[in-house]
């Protein structure tokens, strides 16, 4: 039974692509076979982050238009066999996007993989909602900032009204919490809300936290989804996220300050 | 809205064969009773009403009670009190309680008569009985919501109490004809007792609203709420056309 989960959170910038990026190498990296699809059409941006570029010649549009097959679209992950990419178009715009036309893309998606992750454009409007009509789960991605977690909040109403799940009044989207950009000593030093605060202004289950950290940027640039830094810190968070995605049961990383190692304590920082 | 977003979906699984498909369906709405046929009293009286901020009855559709100005029913131009309605953003759709001269009139104004609903006798029965009688009368339905009300996000409960097992976040909006009950914590903007229920009351386990308002009266709360109530139950009612917010 294949799956398709959005990546949204409403606000832009956050992490939704670095995201989308790293949890489908995730699945894919344990032998699910995944696509990760780029809702933004006209800011086309996750084939950068997988390293792909280069190597889109259709894209999402030419799909939905029906001037290429998604054969000919999907584009297969270098490192791993099970990972593809449908990358957006660049020069389009979202009206190229029409609920059925999606939704005939994802049902023949659905025939031979088993997670379709959707990497939602930021916003509340078309494109967005488009993202997630379809979709059996979410990751809702949130910064630890109050305007952060209230377009959160704006796009899990959106997720619990306007998805094909509620209209036609079946079981709700599943939805997860994912926290990016958490600094445990900024939230120390309160200029940061914490895990807590957030989870009771959205009350939702919290899936994962992903540590502020220079690697992300790095991977981002060199196009490799952070996931595969198994060195860093943000790597390993993804990998526990899609751990507890996949129904294992893994402690939370990377909330506390780091205390400050021995030598670094004797001679000062 | 929601109604339009079914449709859409609707279109998608349905293709249909003919152009078009007439059904019956049973709709709720709104009545306008005139006590009156002056015609700038009317539209004083509406303003003042659609003033208060509450905008449920933008593009409401609505049919005109005339049972109570029968006898006056020549002086009335409905005409140019639809015309005034449509100004004001409501869409009147037909009229009811129609002697055999206003029905002429309504149907040359290019309004349905209505039939059915509350008869002449019943409805001259009502206008003369006591305004409190008929909110206890109307006050019965409760709505239970049992999720979170997400920001952006509007809860109507319709003749009766709204119940929250949830939190309000902010930015939405919960909106009741009786008294608004919060089993978590109200941060976004309640009003109760919008159908002229002064005697309404709003109640949360944490009490942390943006704007509070009963039967009209509102207050924005920009400061925090009072240390002795941050995050505590308490209770907000109208006194002398106040908000009063009190511990539970």
Known sequence: MSKVIVVTSGKGGVGKTTTSASFAAGLASRGHRTVVIDFDIGLRNLDLVMGCERRVVYDFVNVINEEASLKQALIRDKVDNNLYILPASQTRDKDALTQDKVGKVIGEL?????YIVCDSPAGIEKGALMALFYADEALVVTNPEISSVRDSDRILGMLAAKSLRAIEGDEPIKEHLVVSRYSPERVQMGEMLSLDDIQELLGINLIGVIPESEEVLQASNSGVPVIRDERSKSGQAYQDMVARFLGEDVPMRFLEVEKKGFFSRIFGA | MKEQETA??????????????????????????????????????????????????????LVIDLAAVEKQAAELDLAALAGILRRLQLFTVGVRNAGPWAAERAVAAGLAVLKGGVTKEE????SSAEPPVATEVLRRRTRII?????????????????????????GAEVIADGNIHVYGSLRGRAFAGVAEDTGARIFAQSMEPELAAIAGNYQVFDEPVPSSLQGKPAQIYLEEEQLVMAPL
Do not use: C, M
């Open chain 1, 110 to 114: 659905r025939e031979s993989f088993d």
């Open chain 2, 123 to 126: 409805a001259k029965e009502k």
């Open chain 2, 146 to 170: 049992h999720h979170p009300v997400r920001s952006g996000q509007q809860i109507y409960a319709k003749g009766g109490d709204l119940i929250i097992l949830s939190s309000v976040n902010v």
């Open chain 2, 8 to 61: 859409d979906v609707g279109s998608l699984h349905h293709q249909r064969t003919s152009a078009v498909e007439l059904k019956g369906t049973v709709f709720t709405l709104p009545v306008l009773k005139l006590h009156s046929t002056d015609l700038d009293a009317i539209e004083h009286e509406l303003k003042v009403h659609l003033a208060r901020g509450l905008n449920f009855f933008r593009h409401a559709p």
